[in-house]
């Protein structure tokens, strides 16, 4: 166990609809990363925080959007849900440039 | 081109085999290579963290990198049906700023008792 939790385990939308997904870090970890996996893919970076700010971002549109709270918890939001949006989401916690540990992962299908 | 480049597999063998698993890259950047283990609707569990070339070792795992020819290995000996699972290889370029980590898409592994 990494300590990393996500919540939900598993979740339907509608295209065109927002969902939001949620990740509480490893205790005294203050980097949070946001990945998506497709089926068969590798995880794809979506963004970092560090301490509350935005440290960097993948090849992903405005429309994923995220947060990091004081107590090291993060979202990810996505507006206007497409069908390829259909994926494993997967954050990971660490120190700041140091090994990332996952979390489980929330299933999202997009219909 | 893909910036890491990984077998899908899948990769089947006899319990007790030695598995051998490699991944390509092309970003001369890198410098952080780790080997992930994810089991089925599950997250990635880190095996192996290396830096740089050179080889290290963590009971039956063992990771080689040889950044001359941007080429990363885990060897698996005496492999054990539990280490069923997809293997994939990540690395990312340094420890400042985003760190993120670039995926192969894994390679399948079944180890058949």
């Known amino acids: 166990e990494t300590g990393v939790t996500q919540s939900p385990t598993h979740l339907i939308k509608t295209r065109g609809q927002q969902v939001t997904l949620r990740c509480s870090s490893q205790?005294?970890?203050?980097?949070v990363s946001w990945y998506q996996q497709a089926l068969g893919q590798g995880p794809q970076f979506i963004f970092q925080y560090y301490r509350e700010e935005e440290n960097g971002r993948g090849n992903f549109p405005p429309r994923f959007s995220g947060l990091q709270f004081p107590n090291y918890s993060s979202e990810l939001n996505v507006n206007a849900l497409e069908l390829d949006d259909s994926a494993l989401y997967l954050c990971?916690?660490?120190?700041?440039?140091?090994?990332?540990?996952f979390g489980p992962g929330t299933r999202l299908t997009v219909t | 081109q893909k910036e890491v480049e990984q077998d899908p597999g899948p990769l089947s063998v006899p319990e007790g085999a030695i598995v051998s698993l490699n991944c390509t890259y092309s970003n001369s950047a890198f410098q952080y290579f780790m080997w992930y283990r994810q089991y089925s609707r599950k997250g990635p569990e880190l095996l192996m963290y290396t830096y740089s070339s050179g080889n290290k070792e963590d009971g039956r795992f063992t990771a080689q990198v040889d950044k001359s020819s941007k080429y990363i290995s885990l060897f698996i000996r005496d492999s054990q049906p539990s280490d069923s699972a997809t293997y994939l290889c990540a690395m990312s370029a340094g420890r400042t700023g985003a760190n993120n980590l670039f995926f192969g898409t894994g390679t399948r592994l079944t180890v058949i008792p």
């Open positions: 205790s005294g970890h203050n980097t």
């Open positions: 990971a916690s660490s120190l700041v440039g140091d090994e990332q540990y």
